[in-house]
């Protein structure tokens, strides 16, 4: 769930409503996996007079890609091969 979500907002920032609609689950539930992405601050929220927004950070999974290639786990490792 909490995957499918991060791809959700991979296209753009959306409200809490409408990440719900996707799902066929309670509205806590979902709220609950948008808590749990924040607090791993792998995304954030920003409210807009009644809604609450939530977008990707970016900058959180640019650290991790970094990390990766750090390790030869990027695209070059497959030339090692």
């Known amino acids: 769930m909490r995957r499918q ?6 296209e753009e920032p959306k409200p809490a409503g409408a990440i719900a609609a996707q799902f066929d689950l309670t509205a806590a539930t979902v709220s609950y996996h948008l ?3 924040k607090q791993a601050h792998l995304i954030t929220e920003r409210r807009e007079k009644n809604f609450i ?3 990707l950070n970016a900058s959180v999974f640019e650290e991790v890609l970094s990390w990766i290639y750090s390790l ?7 030339d090692k091969n």
């Open 72 to 78: 030869g786990i990027g695209a070059d490792s497959h």
């Open 35 to 37: 808590k749990l992405l």
């Open 53 to 55: 927004y939530y977008d």
């Open 5 to 10: 979500i991060l791809n959700l907002l991979k």
